[in-house]
């Protein structure tokens, strides 16, 4: 299935009082690349983060966001360091001798210093917070890959579209070819008629110059080229999968084709149907250039 690289997926997954909340969103760009923000305390799965993302995506400018909540509270712990304390109250003796002075320090003044208590993290079983962020990271892939399919069959349709007009044009540049040799064979004699008057022509000669002509302005390898590119435009639509690459490929040697029919034409109306081919073309890459 043909996938846009633009798309929005955003998953939450409680258990336990646990919550992760994943919301990643992707445009456009020539390879992958991963931008991932969460709480430093999950570094530690970044590498597994990376590798999930690219089970899902294969193309595209990716930022996933993680966010984390304890609803419990409970991550965190008061620690009381009693030998912290117990150095303080020796050197707070030491200080009343030396200077004879009373030791008038309280509970409530000693457990204000430095370190006496402390906020400890409590130990978390890692192979249980990374079950409820990959299930979160998953569910917001997803989510972001239906978005992504869905955008990518509309551009599928519309390239479709444009590729029917394009082969009209196509056909009708092959059909009007012929037609321009036997024009310029018809003008060509009667010049020859108005320079000779009644002298007769030489039909050897009209024939030489009539070939000569019809080499330089002859575009059946174009037409050939340009239908051959068409259909496998269309074959590369239908076989999904990772096209973005291959589908801008072809369109650029379609743009090479139409470039070069119009380079050897000398009628008004192939060169309109041949601005008007190149207009489509330009369209279809600006439009290949969201496909995964």
Known sequence: MVKSMTGFGRFENTVDDRKFTVEIKSVNHRFLDMNIKMPKKFGMFES????????????????????????????????????????????????????????????SSLSRFPDVFTMEEQDVDENVIWSILEKALRGALEELVKVREKEGEELKKDIFAKLDEME?????IEKR???????YKQKLTAKINDLLEDKQIDESRLATEV?????????????????????????????????GRKLDFIAQEMNREANTTLSKSTDISINDVGISLKTLIEKIREQIQNIE
């Open 177 to 183: 070819s012929p037609d321009i040799i036997a024009e």
């Open 48 to 107: 597994h983060i990376r590798s999930i993302i690219k089970e899902y995506l294969e193309r595209g400018k990716v930022d996933l966001y993680i966010t984390y909540e304890d609803l419990a509270d409970a991550d965190e712990s008061i620690k009381y360091n009693s030998h912290v304390a117990e150095q303080y109250m020796n050197y707070f003796d030491k200080m009343a001798k030396q200077f004879n002075l009373t030791n008038d320090i309280s509970v």
């Open 211 to 243: 070939t000569l002509y019809a080499d330089k302005i002859c575009v059946d390898e174009e037409i050939v080229r340009l239908h051959t590119h068409i259909k496998a435009m269309r074959d590369t639509l239908v076989s999904g999968e990772s096209v």
């Open 168 to 172: 009209g044009h196509v056909d009708y």
